[in-house]
């Protein structure tokens, strides 16, 4: 008894982070509540305490939690420069400028993380750089913090054409802003490692 009443405890735990990751990229963090971000995973407020000593907690988990599954999809690109152009292709497409609500927190809530407490502050640094460590030894395996400095300059031009390509009620222009971005970001790649 005692048993199910952990795992059911852990699996109601994992449906409220799983659905604030979605509610707080679609939303914010300022625009989700906890009534809403309960009710999002069919409970009442009442059960959020039992969970989270607060909305700050939840916050930096499911920061954590949507860093974490970016970085499980990353991985399974295509090893190497190839995967690399893969990710910044899939980055900065069409599909996931429209839909926040799946894509990159980065790209959703990154001037809002930077208002947070420092522990939310703290769960995104160590998340982003996974993500940014993993694309730097893809780009440079013998030497991947040779990589780190530029592949995090990069993810973060990558961040900002999106947040801007969100922004912009111009279709055409918001799809160029992609297009460029794809442009920019490869030919920086490009340069990394190479000697000649």
Do not use: W
């Amino acid at each position: 008894m005692v048993r199910y009443a952990k795992e059911h405890k852990l699996e109601t735990r994992r449906r409220i982070v799983e659905t604030a990751g979605r509610r707080l990229k679609r939303d914010g963090i300022d625009g989700s509540g906890v009534a809403t971000l309960m009710s999002d995973a069919g409970l009442t407020n009442g059960a959020f305490y039992a969970h989270f000593g607060s909305k700050e907690d939840l916050v930096a988990t499911a920061v954590t939690d949507q860093l974490s599954g970016q970085r499980e999809q990353l991985a399974a690109v295509t090893p190497g420069r190839a995967g690399v152009e893969q990710i910044v292709r899939s980055y900065l497409s069409p599909e996931h400028r429209d839909n926040p609500c799946e894509g990159c927190p980065s790209a959703a809530l990154l001037d809002e993380i930077a208002r947070c407490a420092e522990s939310t502050r703290q769960a995104y640094t160590e998340g982003v750089l996974g993500i940014i460590d993993d694309m730097a030894a893809r780009l440079a395996p013998e030497d991947p913090m040779s990589a780190r400095t530029t592949t995090l300059s990069v993810y973060a031009m990558m961040v900002g054409t999106m947040q801007l390509s969100r922004a912009v009620t111009d279709r055409r222009l918001a799809d160029e802003l992609l297009e460029q971005g794809i442009r920019n970001a490869l030919a920086i790649f490009d340069g990394v490692g190479r000697t000649d």
